[in-house]
């Protein structure tokens, strides 16, 4: 499985942006589709999951009802989109695919990884 985050970039505190992730290969190999992000100098936190088959979505309390994860399984790609963003929200955003049918906020718990795609935003 190969997985592609898109969508980054700079923006000013209370806007907008959305990410994609597509992914490849074996795709149904994964039921359960991440977003992570890491800050400098933090450790890499849970945002977002969602699941292929019935899109039963997960949020960190950090991000409820600011953030919204989709999918479109026609296009094998899963969205964020993120709205009210703070600067606190700055960071490195990742996919991450994991084949456990568990929700699971650790990111060691997830078996793919796509490369990240940075988030900045200014107060």
């Known amino acids: 499985v190969q997985l592609q985050a898109s969508g980054g970039g700079l923006v000013q505190a209370g806007g907008s942006l959305r990410l994609s992730c597509a992914a490849s290969g074996r795709i149904r190999s994964t039921y359960i589709m991440g977003w992570f992000r890491q800050a400098p100098g933090k450790e890499r936190e849970f945002v977002s999951a969602?699941?292929?088959?019935?899109?039963?979505?997960y949020y960190a309390d950090s991000v409820k009802g600011r953030f919204t994860v989709s999918r479109d399984n026609a296009k094998d790609t899963v969205y964020l989109q993120m709205n009210s963003l703070k600067s606190e929200d700055t960071a490195v955003y990742y996919c991450?695919?994991?084949?456990?049918?568990?929700?699971?906020?650790?990111?060691?718990?997830?078996?793919?990884w796509g490369r990240g795609t940075e988030v900045t935003v200014s107060s």
């Open positions: 991450a695919g994991r084949r456990a049918r568990s929700v699971e906020v650790s990111a060691r718990e997830y078996d793919y």
């Open positions: 969602i699941t292929w088959n019935s899109g039963s979505t």
